[in-house]
């Protein structure tokens, strides 16, 4: 296909999803990237004809700086000269990010759907529409296979979900770059999209290609996948119309806004095991999205240990959960829970009944998620701390390790499977310990910072990198013995720190 057929083919698959069914008004998001800048001059397009008005909007995130001021002043001379006006919304997403536990791309995203959802209602829109094209779609089923999401994440994203519309979805990014050099419509990039450290870069610019190499349709053979795990999904909800009720039910920013009391959502065990085993896992799934922020973040892993609770039937006993959310096994099921927050902004944290005396206490705290491999800013008075993740070979571990050793003042490297948790990184907290020799004694984290003389004062404000209430990595030289990478290491986790 040539960027010359795509506005044919865009009114096709318009048509055929009847994604501009009962709209008269239409959002669309506009960064000012070859995507949305290719979106909106298709929708543009065919305005007139298909009777619709647009809405073009901005999100400014709040980084990158100067060049974000110059994508919004972009966007709004694209809209200017297509005859409309452009709504700039300006979000903190880095504050956002911290406050709510999640990472800076995920806080991006909340926040940018937030404010075209918002302008979307106060317009009376009925529609809001997407630039995502095909290859996004391969690089969300990619990454949802790869970090273990189960099933559902292989449905990625759909043409249509409740007002959100996707027209470009069966577009290819190589038909949308043709399509706008044709025409000669020029686009701004956003240099973030280039960084390898986000994972879905990563998935892009080299996991991406080297399957296309192999087998050179695989992009759109994964995205047919998709399409074909969507028909499969309804399937199901169509089966559980009490799990399709709970999953229609987007509390998403009801949690934001009411993270000054706590949340709680009861799983009965009852309900539970008179499900197949399929069908647990969408009940799980339903029942997760009311309380977890980012549910992307929920693996495999996950979904077994809360199988695990049920079935072991020991009232509280808990497991963590993405986001400051945790899980407690109670004599009817298990009940999953958001704490509330003080007004420091600590989680007001229920202890565990039943917790066995040689059991670590687990609390639920606010910080950052650390994707692996990834990387997260936590924002400081001045500037970020900047955490970088990724896992490396023990060969390449060993054969380097004077070099790595000599990076010690801001890399770390860890026995990556010894994390249970996830990586969390936050700041102190009561109940957090260290294991500081081989024969796994354990000091406080308040008690080493004592014996470091870190003033009162600073200790509060101190960086670790925690899994539960075992601190990985206590900034900026110490690190848990327990975690320590050994002759029985399978997989090495390195941890580059950086200021910025």
């Known amino acids: 296909m040539k960027g010359s057929d795509l506005p044919k083919r865009f009114r096709a698959y318009i048509d055929r999803e009847n994604l501009l069914d009962g709209v008269k008004t239409l959002v669309v998001g506009l960064s000012g990237g070859a995507d949305s800048v290719c979106l909106f001059s298709l ?69 940018r759907y937030h404010e075209l959802e918002e302008v979307c209602r106060e317009r009376n829109a009925e529609a809001i529409a997407l630039a995502h094209h095909r290859g996004d779609q391969a690089e969300t089923v990619l990454m949802n296979l790869l970090r273990g999401s189960g099933p559902v994440g292989l449905v990625g994203m759909e043409p249509k979900r409740k007002n959100r519309i996707r027209p470009l979805l069966f577009a290819s990014k190589k038909e949308i770059l043709e399509y706008l050099q044709e025409n000669n419509i020029t686009y701004v990039e956003d240099s973030t999209n280039s960084d390898p450290a986000h994972t879905r870069n990563r998935i892009r610019s080299e996991l991406l290609p080297l399957a296309e190499a192999i087998f050179p349709q695989a992009e759109a053979h994964i995205a047919a996948l998709a399409g074909d795990m969507e028909k499969w999904y309804c399937h199901l909800q169509k089966d559980l119309p009490e799990i399709e009720a709970l999953i229609e039910k987007d509390r998403e920013f ?78 009817d099921g298990i009940d999953l829970v958001m704490p509330a927050k003080t007004e420091e902004g600590a989680s007001v944290d229920e202890k565990s009944e039943g917790t066995g005396a040689d059991e670590p206490e687990k609390m639920s705290v606010p910080g950052m998620n650390i994707p ?110 327990y975690y320590k990478v050994t002759d029985k290491t399978k997989r090495i986790l390195k941890i580059t720190r950086d200021a910025i």
């Open 43 to 111: 929708l543009s397009n065919i305005s007139k004809e298909y009777g619709i008005s647009l809405i073009p909007v901005h999100v400014h995130h709040g980084i990158r700086g100067e060049e974000a001021d110059r994508d919004a002043r972009f966007s709004c001379e694209v809209a200017t000269a297509a005859g409309c006006s452009c709504v700039v919304c300006h979000v903190d997403v880095p504050n956002y990010a911290y406050e709510c536990s999640i990472s800076i791309e995920e806080a991006a995203r909340e926040l």
């Open 372 to 481: 692996v491999p990834g990387q997260v800013h936590l924002p400081k008075n001045s500037g970020f701390s900047s955490f970088t993740t990724e896992l490396i070979d023990r060969d390449t571990f060993y054969k380097k390790k004077t070099d790595f050793f000599e990076e010690k003042d801001y890399t770390k490297y860890i026995d990556y499977d010894r994390i249970e948790s996830g990586l969390l990184l936050r700041h102190p907290c009561e109940g957090d310990y260290l294991v500081i020799d081989g024969d796994g004694n354990r000091k406080k984290l308040n008690r080493f910072y004592i014996d470091g003389k870190v003033p009162r004062e600073e200790r509060a404000s101190q960086e670790v990198i925690a899994d539960g209430s075992h601190i990985v990595w206590a900034l900026p030289d110490r690190i848990s013995e």
């Open 254 to 331: 009801e949690r934001r806004e009411a993270m000054e009391r706590e949340l709680r959502v009861s799983i009965s065990r009852e309900i539970y095991f008179r499900m197949s085993e399929a069908n647990q896992t969408m009940y799980l799934r339903a029942m997760l999205s009311q309380i977890v922020i980012g549910l992307k973040d929920i693996s495999r892993k996950h979904y077994e240990q809360l199988d695990d609770l049920l079935k072991k039937k020991v009232p509280g006993r808990r497991a963590d959960l993405p986001g400051g959310c945790f899980a407690v096994s109670t004599y």
